[in-house]
């Protein structure tokens, strides 16, 4: 049974740069929510797609954007790097939206904006 | 006032040592809670979910109160491999959506 998969697994750009994340959710699960922890800091929500579309959003500026598959698998993009966006960014899948179900996460991508 | 607020730590136990952390939450329409658990620069695993009349899995031990609005998490017969930290997690809305909030995490460092 695949979990949760992303890449890549490491990555270092430049401020004002773009970025592209990926992330396959777990077998069986339809909802992919994307997280940024930084250093020392628990996860912090960014959004959640369910049926290819985002369905809630944190707060991050409009530079966070992301896209579902019909496949359900997911990706972040990050316009106009800053360095604070450096971090570790999670992505987590679920079997549905619903408050009760339980996400499970990926490895993540470590993000270095220099 | 931080959404989820948790004790950093670090929580230094020896083996064998029963240990226990708590949570507080601000939103007092949050709906379901969590436990996970966070090894060094790795991703979150779910210890487990809480359910309101408390719920125990092997050594571990959740409860729930919702009138103070906290959570605990008991570890029992601590081993060197509960070396962790240990996420406060709380889903900030009461829709029919979830929005996982996160505590920022307590360290638990079990020793011989």
């Known amino acids: 049974d695949a979990g949760v998969t992303q890449s890549p697994t490491h990555l270092i750009k430049t401020r004002g740069q773009q970025v592209t994340l990926r992330c396959s959710p777990k077998?069986?699960?339809?909802?992919v929510s994307w997280y940024q922890q930084a250093l020392g800091q628990g996860p912090q929500f960014i959004f959640q797609?369910?049926?290819?579309?985002?369905?809630q959003r944190g707060n991050f500026p409009d530079r966070f954007s992301g896209h579902q598959f019909p496949n359900y698998s997911s990706e972040l993009n990050v316009n106009a790097l800053l360095l604070g966006d450096s971090a570790l960014y999670l992505c987590?899948?679920?079997?549905?939206?619903?408050?009760?179900?339980?996400?499970?996460f990926g490895p993540g991508t470590r993000l270095t904006v220099t | 006032r931080k959404e989820v607020e948790q004790d950093p730590g670090p929580f230094n136990v020896p083996e064998g040592a029963t240990v226990a952390f708590n949570c507080t939450y601000s939103?007092?329409?949050?709906?379901?809670f969590f436990w996970y658990r966070q090894d060094c620069r790795k991703e979150p695993k779910l210890l487990m979910s809480?359910?309101?009349s408390g719920n125990e899995d092997g050594r571990f031990t959740a409860q729930l109160n919702r009138a103070s609005q906290y959570i605990s998490l008991l570890i029992r017969d601590s081993k060197l491999s509960d070396s962790a930290t240990y996420l406060c997690?709380?889903?900030?809305?009461?829709?029919?959506?979830?929005?996982?909030?996160f505590g920022t995490g307590t360290r638990l460092l079990v020793s011989p």
């Open positions: 987590a899948s679920s079997l549905g939206v619903g408050r009760l179900y339980e996400q499970y």
């Open positions: 077998s069986g699960h339809d909802t």
């Open positions: 797609y369910y049926e290819e579309e985002e369905r």
């Open positions: 939103n007092s329409a949050s709906q379901s």
């Open positions: 809480v359910y309101s």
């Open positions: 997690v709380v889903n900030g809305l009461n829709t029919g959506f979830q929005k996982l909030v």
